[in-house]
């Protein structure tokens, strides 16, 4: 009998760990360390880039029911090339048109993992007032207690390309700018 | 050249750098400038003006293990010489690095300090190059050469990931251009704020076009 409460405290200490490690914790993104890149050919010779500076979202992780769900919006005025002739352009009505959709948005509700680690995020993006699936691949993920915050931080590096004329985005098509637009995205969210 | 991590933070020096390695790169380039005039007649040199609207640095760091934390430098002013027969080029980049753009206004300014880009005290960085290698088409492969950052000077090879050529026609000139990638430690230039949460190992990304002159 004296066994018992110790074995019943080695279960509930377990059991209590388990629940607190399937608890599905939340994660608001940090937006210093989350930007989304895009790039884009240019006549077959050089890469255009461009970013978008502001931007929020949550990410809700349960790594042991290996379920997430990611909600991102992008101010896609914040659009930021560098050159302001070719910012002004992609802003126009013959682009992003970003006066008409000032915003885009990922959500993202699969989550595809190995171990802790997210792997894929599968969803939607809305742009350009469209909406079609787009899969997010990891090329890094990892989390880390941040002495500066002091909470725990996860994030990584995702890739994925689509292709802008399903978001009737079709300007120079004709004159050889690629239909493929590479998105490279920076990540990095701080649990609540 | 001197290539110690003594820093003494001056144009001067990085100057005096340049004009070395300059002089160093144009005796090594002896050779290839005689065959390039017996070649003229096919090829020869063409000088091509750095695209502002196409040319920048992206720099590439990994921020506490997890994430890519990038910057744009740029445009990079400049010229670039090119001879595609004779299989030589030469180049002198002056790199605005007070043009750093990260999204974050803070962090730009954490990198120009003295301890990271140190902007005030050197304004430009440089890279010069005279060591070209083409491919069997006469595309740049790869630029080597050496790259002066905070007064510091180390080898650098940018490789290019991609390269061609094309007569625009807007501008009735031939552009060439394209991507190219170098990795350089930042801890060599002295320039190690932040390690390790954030890396010394830096990966560059260039996006190149110059118009024939």
């Not at chain 1, 469209?130 to 931080?153: D, I, Q």
């Not at chain 2, 400049?78 to 690095?97: C, F, K, N, T, Y």
């Amino acid at each position: 009998m004296k066994k018992m409460p110790a074995l019943l405290a080695a279960v509930a200490a377990l059991g209590l760990a388990g629940a607190a490690f399937a608890e599905p914790a939340t994660y608001t993104l940090e937006p210093n360390h989350t930007f989304v890149t895009f790039e884009i050919g240019h006549f077959n010779t050089s890469t255009n880039r461009g970013r978008f500076d502001k931007k929020e979202g949550t990410v809700t992780i349960d790594r042991a029911a290996k379920t997430g769900k990611l909600d991102v919006t992008l101010d896609t005025t914040s659009l930021n090339t560098g050159v302001a002739q070719f910012t002004k352009h992609l802003n126009s009505d013959e682009i992003l048109d970003t006066a008409k959709f000032p915003t885009a948005e990922f959500h993202g509700d699969k989550f595809t993992f190995s171990g802790d680690k997210v792997t894929e995020i599968a969803g939607n993006l809305t742009l350009h007032g469209k909406t079609n699936p787009v899969t997010l691949k990891a090329v890094n993920f990892n989390c880390y207690n941040s002495p500066l915050l002091k909470k725990e931080v996860c994030g990584g590096d995702f890739e994925t390309t689509i292709q802008r004329g399903q978001y009737g985005v079709n300007y120079g098509a004709n004159y050889g700018f690629p239909d493929n637009v590479h998105l490279i995205i920076q990540v990095e969210a701080i649990k609540q | 050249m001197k290539r110690s991590s003594s820093k003494t933070g001056s144009v001067a020096h990085a100057l005096a750098c340049a004009t070395l390695s300059t002089s160093a790169g144009l005796a090594g380039a002896q050779p290839q400038a005689a065959a390039s005039s017996a070649s003229a007649a096919a090829g020869g040199p063409v000088v091509y003006r750095l695209d502002p609207d196409h040319t920048f640095v992206t720099f590439e760091v990994r921020h506490f293990g997890t994430s890519t934390l990038r910057g744009r430098i740029g445009p990079v002013p400049g010229e670039v010489q090119i001879d595609r027969v004779a299989r030589s080029g030469d180049l002198r980049l002056r790199i605005p690095v007070g043009t750093v753009d990260t999204g974050m206004r803070v962090l730009d300014a954490r990198l120009k300090e003295p301890d990271l880009l140190s902007v005030a005290a050197n304004p430009e960085a440089y890279f010069i190059a005279t060591n070209f290698r083409f491919d069997a088409q006469g595309n740049v492969q790869e630029a080597r050469g050496e790259f002066i950052l905070r007064g510091v000077s180390e080898p650098l090879s940018l490789i290019a990931r991609r390269f061609g050529c094309r007569i625009d026609e807007r501008l009735r000139r031939e552009v060439c251009g394209g991507d190219f990638e170098g990795d350089l430690k930042r801890g060599r230039f002295g320039a190690s704020y932040g390690e390790p949460f954030v890396s010394d190992d830096v990966h560059l990304v260039v996006q190149v076009e110059g118009i024939a002159r």
